[in-house]
């Protein structure tokens, strides 16, 4: 099993009306391509670290993502789904899988984790499905 810490705030460049803006399914709508592209670029230099501690995943695997949300009502699949995206896009730039298709990557599922205001964040616990 390998976990992964990854970045919800701090990944898009603020606006100058929104200084903590998150990479959510609603700003990826409305991002600009290059907007988008710079984000997605950011993402993976904050979670490089931690790519390269892994060795390549073998065979096919499970994806359990937690969210941690810095205060109470957010939208589980709205902050959940551009970082499952941007991390499993960066799983494959880093050579860890073969593609993100359902040929490797057989399950994924999310879930609240709580409130953490001083850390919010999606957790990535990744699992073999050989087993």
């Known amino acids: 099993m390998y976990k992964f810490t990854l970045p919800i705030y701090g990944v898009v ?50 994806i359990n993502y937690v969210y941690y949300a810095n205060k109470k009502g957010t939208d589980l699949d709205n902050f959940v789904g551009v970082a499952k995206k941007f991390f499993q896009d960066a799983l494959v730039e880093s050579g860890l899988i073969d593609d993100d298709n359902v040929n490797y990557i057989i399950s994924n599922s999310e879930s609240y984790g709580g409130i953490d205001k001083k850390a919010p964040r999606v957790e990535a616990e990744i699992v073999s499905a050989n087993r």
């Not at 984000?39 to 892994?54: E, G, H, M, P, V």
Request: overall charge positive; glycine content about 4%; proline content about 2%.
């Open 13 to 62: 460049a603020p606006k100058k009306n929104n200084k903590n803006c998150a990479i959510t399914l609603n700003w990826s709508r409305a991002a600009h391509y290059r907007d988008y592209g710079k984000a997605k670029k950011t993402f993976k230099l904050l979670i490089n670290n931690q790519l390269r501690r892994s060795r390549k995943f073998e065979g096919k695997i499970k």
